[in-house]
């Protein structure tokens, strides 16, 4: 049972150009989302989260969006630059009585920067 | 600041042996999550330390264990290796606030090849 989709294994965009990488999820207990990215031979690095409560976070040059009624959020990069080439990951927790924040993981979607 | 360490890079074992990978959390972190990341997958919880005692579990077997040090630092031990354990397993930390979902971060992961 996947509790995090990423359904686009891999999006390929222009320098200077947006991209959108998109994320769905079924549980509706998820109260905080997060946005990881990874390179090869490295651990996930963490770039932005959104706690349910709201519906934007900015930081730079990265935005996430979620809407809660569907069940999706996305991640905005802009402009692209080659180095944001990396596969990015979608994670989501749900707190449960102070209980353990495991994270939940979509399976990732590889995005290439075309210079 | 000091980030996640973990020992060792790579590693190659045989199947039926056991494996003890290890992982430093960082500092001012008092939480460390394991997570199994297969081939073409996202990372799996497998299971949360907080205060040297075992604080949530993943869908893992008995054979995958662990271990949490007063000084935080951890370890994961899997008994009676099986190929499908061959994996990048990565180890997250973060600072537990009551009420609160944080952001956790990883180390580069540990290479388990089971031949």
């Known amino acids: 049972d996947q509790q995090v989709k990423q359904n686009s294994p891999s999006l390929s965009v222009q320098e200077g150009r947006i991209s959108i990488l998109n994320c769905d999820y079924t549980?509706?207990?998820?109260?905080?989302f997060l946005w990881y990215k990874k390179y090869p031979a490295e651990g996930p690095t963490f770039l932005i989260s959104i706690s349910s409560i709201k519906d934007k976070n900015e930081d730079g040059r990265f935005t996430v969006f979620l809407n809660k009624s569907a069940k999706h959020l996305s991640l905005h990069i802009v402009p692209s630059q080659p180095g944001d080439s990396a596969v990015y990951f979608c994670?989501?927790?749900?707190?449960?009585?102070?209980?353990?924040?495991?994270?939940?993981f979509g399976t990732g979607t590889l995005l290439a920067v075309q210079p | 600041e000091t980030g996640v360490t973990q020992s060792p890079t790579h590693l190659i074992k045989t199947r039926g042996q056991q494996v003890t990978l290890r992982c430093s959390s960082q500092?001012?972190?008092?939480?460390v999550s394991w997570y199994q990341q297969a081939l073409g997958q996202g990372p799996q919880f497998i299971f949360q330390?907080?205060?040297?005692?075992?604080?949530g579990r993943g869908n893992f077997p008995p054979r995958f264990s662990g271990l949490q040090f007063p000084n935080y630092s951890s370890e994961l031990n899997v008994n009676a290796l099986e190929l499908d354990d061959s994996a990048l397993y990565l180890c997250a930390s973060n600072s537990k606030l009551a009420g609160a979902v944080n952001e956790q971060f990883f180390g580069p992961g540990t290479r388990l090849t089971v031949l």
């Open positions: 330390y907080y205060r040297e005692e075992e604080n």
């Open positions: 994670a989501a927790s749900a707190l449960n009585g102070g209980a353990t924040n495991k994270l939940i």
């Open positions: 549980n509706s207990m998820f109260d905080y």
């Open positions: 500092s001012g972190h008092n939480t």
